[in-house]
């Protein structure tokens, strides 16, 4: 498994903006996806957003569509979370997560970015 380091997350007010960033550790990591998880106090985690490197191809949840974007970098060893017209109930913990194979479980996942949005 290869270590994921998130950042970018803090505190805003309702409408503001934030960009997420999660790159991998490793040099000769290789990953067919990388996406974003988020789970809020009590409640489950959910998928956010994710990218497939091979064809750019990006999906995201339906709370998020229109404001949230997924990229990445040339390398395809970093990822970005644009997060736009936040709300309050984009509260959560934000995780990174990539696999080297296109479908299942993600198996490597970062340590979590706290974004709090307050009205």
């Known amino acids: 498994q290869v270590q994921l380091v998130e950042s970018g997350g803090g505190s805003v007010q309702a409408g503001d903006s934030l960009r997420l960033s999660c790159a991998a550790s490793?040099?000769?990591?290789?990953?067919?996806?990388m996406g974003w998880f988020r789970q809020a106090p009590g409640k489950e985690r959910e998928f956010v957003a994710q990218?497939?490197?091979?064809?750019?191809?990006?999906a995201y949840a339906d709370s998020v569509k229109g404001r949230f974007t997924i990229s990445g970098d040339n390398a395809k060893t970093t990822v970005y979370l644009q997060m736009n017209s936040l709300k309050p109930e984009d509260t959560a913990v934000y995780y990174c997560?990539?696999?080297?194979?296109?479908?299942?479980?993600?198996?490597?996942w970062g340590q979590g970015t706290q974004v709090t949005v307050s009205s």
């Open positions: 997560a990539a696999d080297p194979s296109l479908f299942g479980n993600y198996r490597s």
């Open positions: 490793r040099r000769t990591f290789s990953s067919a996806r």
């Open positions: 990218i497939i490197w091979r064809d750019g191809n990006t």
